[in-house]
Nanobody, 129 residues
Framework: QVQLVESGGGLVQAGGSLRLSCAAS????????MGWFRQVPGKEREFVAF????????YYADFVKGRFSISRDNAKNTVYLQMNSLNAGDTAVYYC??????????????????????WGQGTQVTVSS
């Protein structure tokens, strides 16, 4: 089991940047592929970005390609989401999620909420226009 805690959210002006962090407890962080999702009130949670266990492969939702970057540091049990060129449409609660994957070098990506095993509590990102 793993516990996830997001941080780094806040208020930023349009065009600005934020870096979210998600710290995982336990000693098996590298056993999990990681994803970032976001949710606005009244809407379903949506996929943002994914990174494999090894960190070699990443995958992004179309609406963040070229603006957001996901990375991980397995030695620090942390996954990051660097968000650049933010706009009002990026305002949401951002969640990190962990999915158990057996193969360390698996390149399969996962974009559905139901595919993930563990979730953080979320961090609010607000972009002012």
């Amino acid at each position: 089991q793993v516990q996830l805690v997001e941080s780094g959210g806040g208020l930023v002006q349009a065009g600005g940047s934020l870096r979210l962090s998600c710290a995982a407890s336990g000693r098996t962080f590298s056993s999990y592929a990681m994803g970032w999702f976001r949710q606005v009130p009244g809407k379903e949670r949506e996929f943002v970005a994914f990174i494999t266990r090894s960190g070699v492969t990443t995958y992004y939702a179309d609406f963040v390609k070229g603006r957001f970057s996901i990375s991980r540091d397995n030695a620090k049990n942390t996954v990051y989401l660097q968000m650049n060129s933010l706009n009002a449409g990026d305002t949401a609660v951002y969640y990190c999620a962990a999915k158990t994957v057996l193969a360390y070098y698996s390149s399969t990506y996962y974009t559905r909420e139901a595919e993930y095993d563990y979730w953080g509590q979320g961090t609010q990102v607000t972009v002012s226009s």
